[in-house]
């Protein structure tokens, strides 16, 4: 009989076990900094500024586990920004913003699909193809919106920022949702398909398996995600930005691995980098809360970064060599 | 209802490689083709036409006497044809159970996977394999966790859920263990009688001849012959897929095999434990050619690996009398150890890169620097030569090589250090009958010269005919040493099966 509780055990059937002790321990440093936090207030100010790039990780997951890598998403971020922000206005009607919302999602999906065509038709690299593709969309929002301004009215901008059914804040909810739908989806045929394509193509095709469709329906998904956050940050600032995506791209890449998912695909799921998405966040918040010289702040967060993602090595490393 | 499948003047190129030129095969159900053949003579190109995962550049398939046309997978199966890849078809990180019913899982009405189905049902085809599991499978363990020849029964498992009216098995033995074969056996004749055809690939002669009804052997992509199983023998088989006069033969068997009694120790082993070894010791005298013997999986494989220094391990290992500790395989090499391992794709070479740089990868050392350039490229032709390497140049790539040739590289590499003591694993797994017969005078004369040879393999036949001596490994122990009188078939299978000592000791 196998031992099923031991550490090798825990860390391949739950991926999400690892990133579950990284968030705990960010919010208890956080908690410790600033003791407030759990204020309805504080939280949902938090949980509102954390929710974009959730929403991009989540995409960005799904294409990881399916065995790809989309970079253009802090691109897709920004077209829907600058977009809302042009289009809608400061004095805009609630139907205009609904409407431009709606165009919003279609752009998303439309720059995903660009991606799956030339990545799963073409067969080109995937990050490649989506590297160039981020300077396609990055460029377009320059060119739609050179200049920062713009923006969407406060009262639209309001319903995101202030909204707490429950007395908990509405970014609760939207993940709640989101990781509702993951388990059924991971559950579904289409679920099996993206793990099996994200493990091994060439098996998958010769099980009959529809990989083109799979590898296209990846950033399909992940240009969806990546709309829904361009939307949700363009409400949290109410303010348009060409550069709002930029770095949202690598923090999503990098949320995904802290989320216990692997590079090379077929691995993982969407709790762990939804929890990693947000242990990225906090540990912003802890540098702020820290009083860290601004000077330092790039480097401690990078070696905060650098530990969690070589944490599960070093650990096996250590036991590895242990008797 | 009776079916029938045949293949007409099948024509298939790979870039300017014609790997089929006139392929034929004609399946009934109720009967087992085998389809034999040397390697690259397109057997492999055989199956997948037949499966639809290539696409054919000439010839016709025939579905009961209908021209029928096969584009992908998914026609084959939608067909009735299933197929047991050489190359596993199935994803590492995903469980058994989802591997076995990908693409057709039982759903519920909320368009979920049925957990409970999925489970019940890969329990049942886990059982048909009943009782030749290393542990008990559970329906929910990775691939990527099962042993070689666990993974190959998932395979075959899979291939046969579909249900189909035809299976075609593709080396599925290679890395099965004699029981497990003898279950496959058993299965396949169930099948047979079921009503489905199989058509069954392998060059394990004694295999062929247990299982087929038929055969149909292929030759430089030409079927060259085929008609009943009763009608040939096995010397008229293997002539019929090399054009040469029969070169299979132990070259060793016969003539007394030299005493060396008289040489010095080249290698010994007390006590050495790994996590699967329990305790191995032996002696080895230098120019000995000894056996490994044993199921697969026995800890075979830990043992080469462990002298290598490829493999944490405790006890005391002498070689040429000196105790040695090899914590890195590079200690191993300076000794003068060599390792051909087990899996040649994965461990053995860098498939996409050039046979020249692949020979000389232990080697550049020797050639200074800046590279003698000119030097290294004459060594390693002169080794690719020695050893009959047939290829379109040292710059190709490894992948270009057929399974054999391919092994030669590996092999070759090794002999270009000029190393005393080989440790081979499993050297002619899918190797092709002439091939082997050229690494067997080439395992003999090494023997000669005073190399040492230990020497892992899977096929009984092979230890019996070539080694001096058989240590047979059952469970991580010595189970028994078979030399001389007492190293026959029945002995080192029953030895290896942990049934009797096998006469010795």
Redesign the interface.
Do not use: A, C, N
């Given at each position: 009989m196998k031992n099923r509780f031991t550490w090798d055990f825990l860390m391949t059937r739950y991926p999400a076990f690892f990133p579950l002790i990284l968030l705990a321990i960010s919010i208890i440093v956080n908690w410790i900094l600033q003791p407030n936090m759990f204020d309805r207030e504080t939280l949902n100010s938090n949980m509102r500024v954390f929710l974009p790039l959730v929403l991009v990780a989540v995409g960005q997951a799904v294409v990881l586990i399916g065995g790809g890598i989309d970079i253009s998403v802090g691109g897709i971020v920004s077209i829907v920004n600058t977009i809302l922000a042009t289009r809608v206005g400061l004095d805009g009607s609630t139907e205009l913003m609904w409407r431009y919302v709606l165009v919003s999602i279609l752009v998303g999906l439309l720059a995903g699909a660009i991606n799956g065509f030339f990545i799963a038709h073409l067969r080109l690299q995937p990050i490649i193809t989506t590297y160039a593709t981020s300077f396609l969309y990055g460029g377009l929002a320059l060119f739609i919106l050179p200049n920062p301004g713009g923006g969407i009215p406060a009262s639209i901008a309001e319903i995101y920022r202030t909204t707490t059914p429950l007395k908990l804040p509405l970014s609760f909810f939207i993940i709640a949702i989101i990781l509702l739908v993951w388990k059924y989806i991971s559950s579904t045929r289409y679920g099996k398909y993206l793990f099996a394509v994200g493990g091994k193509a060439d098996a998958a095709y010769e099980t009959a398996v529809p990989v083109t469709s799979v590898q296209f329906s990846i950033y399909v998904i992940s240009g969806l995600m990546a709309a829904l956050a361009g939307i949700a940050i363009t409400m949290l600032s109410g303010s348009g930005n060409a550069e709002i995506g930029s770095a949202i791209t690598l923090n999503s890449i990098t949320a995904v691995i802290i989320g216990g998912n692997s590079f090379s695909g077929g691995i993982g799921g969407v709790t762990g980098p939804v929890m990693g998405a947000i242990t990225l966040s906090i540990i912003q918040n802890i540098i702020s809360f820290a009083h860290i010289n601004t000077w330092w702040e790039t480097l401690v967060k990078a070696t905060i970064i650098v530990i969690a993602l070589a944490a599960p090595g070093i650990i096996n490393l250590l036991r590895r060599s242990g008797p | 209802m009776a079916k029938s499948l045949s293949a007409r003047n099948i024509i298939k190129r790979y870039g300017g490689v014609e790997a089929l030129s006139d392929g034929n095969l004609d399946v009934h159900t109720g009967e087992v083709v085998a389809l034999v053949g040397a390697n690259g003579s397109g057997k492999s190109t055989m199956s997948k036409v037949i499966n639809g995962?290539v696409v054919l550049d000439g010839g016709q398939l025939f579905l009961d006497d209908k021209p029928v046309q096969l584009s992908?997978?998914?026609s084959a199966?939608k067909l009735g044809i299933a197929?047991v890849?050489q190359e596993?078809?199935?994803?590492?990180?995903?469980t058994v159970a989802?591997n076995i019913w990908?693409?057709r899982?039982p759903?519920t009405a909320y368009?979920?996977?049925n957990?409970k189905e999925i489970d019940k049902k890969t329990n049942e085809l886990l059982s048909l394999f009943q009782g030749t599991y290393k542990?008990?499978i559970?329906p929910h363990d990775?691939v990527a966790s099962l042993p070689a020849d666990e993974k190959q029964i998932i395979e075959i498992l899979?291939a046969i859920s579909v249900d189909p009216w035809l299976i075609i098995l593709d080396e599925a033995t290679a890395s099965l263990d004699s029981r497990q074969v003898t279950r496959l056996f058993d299965l396949v004749k169930h099948w047979k009688e079921a009503g489905k055809a199989i058509v069954f690939v392998s060059h394990r002669m004694e295999e062929i001849f247990r299982i087929a009804d038929n055969y149909s052997v292929l030759r430089n992509g030409k079927t060259v012959g085929s008609g009943k199983m009763s009608d040939i023998n096995e010397k008229d088989l293997v002539k019929l897929m090399i054009e040469k006069e029969s070169v299979f033969s132990f070259s060793r068997t016969g003539s007394k095999k030299p005493d060396k009694a008289d040489k010095p120790m080249c290698l010994e082993v007390d006590g050495l434990h790994t996590t699967t070894l329990k305790g191995i010791s032996f002696r080895v005298r230098e120019g000995e050619l000894v056996g490994i013997g044993g199921l697969r999986g026995q800890g075979q494989r830990d043992l080469l690996l462990s002298l290598y220094g490829a493999k944490p391990h405790s006890g005391k290992i002498k070689i040429n009398g000196k105790e040695s500790k090899f914590n890195h395989p590079r200690q191993a090499m300076k000794k003068g150890l060599a390792l051909v391992p087990g899996d040649r794709a994965r461990e053995g070479l860098l498939y996409i890169r050039s046979i020249l740089e692949n020979l000389l990868l232990p080697s550049w050392k020797k050639y200074g620097f800046p590279l003698k350039i000119a030097k290294a490229k004459h060594d390693a032709g002169k080794i690719a030569e020695s050893l009959n390497l047939k290829m379109a140049g040292l710059n190709e790539p490894v992948s270009s090589l057929s399974g054999g040739n391919a092994q030669k590289v590996v092999i070759g590499k090794w002999l270009m250090r000029q190393p005393s003591l080989l440790l081979l694993n499993d050297p002619t797994k899918g190797v092709d009958v002439g091939t082997k017969a050229e690494f067997y005078s080439l395992l003999t004369n090494l023997c000669n010269e005073g190399k040492t040879i230990l020497f892992y393999s899977s096929d009984d036949e092979e230890l019996i005919g070539l080694c001096d001596r058989v240590l047979v490994l059952h469970d991580g122990i010595i189970r028994t040493e078979l030399s001389g009188e007492t190293l026959t078939k029945e002995n080192l299978i029953a030895a290896s099966l942990g049934i009797s000592n096998g006469g010795a000791l």
């Open positions: - | 995962v992908s997978p998914q199966k197929t890849f596993l078809s199935l994803i590492p990180q995903m989802e990908l693409t899982e759903m368009g979920t996977v957990r542990t008990d559970h990775p899979k």
